[in-house]
């Protein structure tokens, strides 16, 4: 079965370094998310990707954050200069139809970021 | 705005045990209701869904019941196994086809399920 793939897994950092997180979304699929979720809260949206650029995005995510589709397979987060508040779980999905996505949605097993 | 509110966990049970898992939500009209559920290792996938009052969705031997009066839809299954060791999302979206970033996720609840 297809599958959103993130790498790493875990990924520990300091305060004030850049990161960059990996996702491989499902190879057919065109639309493109970033949630979080900080440890004990609910699960955020951050952004939504179509066509090489952003179509959505929430009030989290500010000018410290920026995507890409540098390639054909892989969707990145970057955070430009982390900040504690920024650790937290980042989940990536990826969907064949902007509709409908509560039931669309393919996600991935997250990658957990430590910023210390 | 909306929102969901969901049990805190951990919980544990025994295998074979009977389980609920709380959700609770605040939204203006009719909105869509969603389990969803992540295995260790894996994404978050969807579970289960009702789109209006009084459906029940159903999966796995899972069910939830979308209970309008009491703004609830509360996971439950009769007899628990270790395969179903997960963190269970509880979600909404207003309306059913809404877009990605109008998921309202509650915060996860942690089930782990004993030999």
């Known amino acids: 079965e297809p599958e959103v793939t993130q790498t790493p897994s875990h990924q520990v950092t300091q305060m004030g370094q850049e990161v960059i997180l990996r996702c491989v979304p499902i190879?057919?699929?065109?639309?493109f998310y970033w949630y979080r979720q900080i440890l004990g809260q609910k699960v955020e949206f951050l952004v939504s990707?179509?066509?090489?650029?952003?179509?959505?995005k929430s009030e989290i995510f500010d000018d410290q954050f920026s995507v890409e589709r540098p390639d054909g397979s892989n969707f990145t987060l970057k955070i430009r200069s982390t900040k504690l508040e920024d650790s937290a779980m980042y989940f990536c999905?990826?969907?064949?139809?902007?509709?409908?996505?509560?039931?669309?949605?393919?996600f991935g097993s997250g990658t957990q970021l430590s910023v210390l | 705005g909306d929102s969901v509110t969901q049990m805190e966990g951990p919980v544990t049970l025994s295998e074979e045990a009977f389980l609920t898992i709380n959700c609770t939500y605040t939204?203006?009209?009719?909105?869509?209701l969603f389990w969803y559920v992540q295995y260790p290792g894996e994404g978050l996938q969807l579970l289960l869904k009702?789109?209006?009052?009084?459906d029940k969705g159903s999966n796995k031997g899972f069910e939830a019941t979308y209970r309008k009066e009491t703004t609830s839809f509360h996971l439950e299954k009769g007899s628990v196994q270790v395969s179903d060791s997960a963190v269970y999302f509880c979600?909404?979206?207003?309306?059913?086809?809404?877009?990605?970033?109008?998921?309202?996720f509650g915060s996860g609840t942690r089930l782990s399920i004993r030999p």
């Open positions: 999905a990826s969907s064949d139809f902007s509709g409908q996505a509560a039931e669309k949605l393919f």
């Open positions: 190879s057919n699929h065109l639309y």
């Open positions: 990707f179509y066509n090489n650029e952003i179509s959505e």
């Open positions: 939204a203006t009209g009719y909105p869509s």
């Open positions: 009702a789109t209006k009052a009084d």
């Open positions: 979600a909404l979206t207003q309306p059913l086809y809404s877009s990605a970033s109008k998921i309202i």
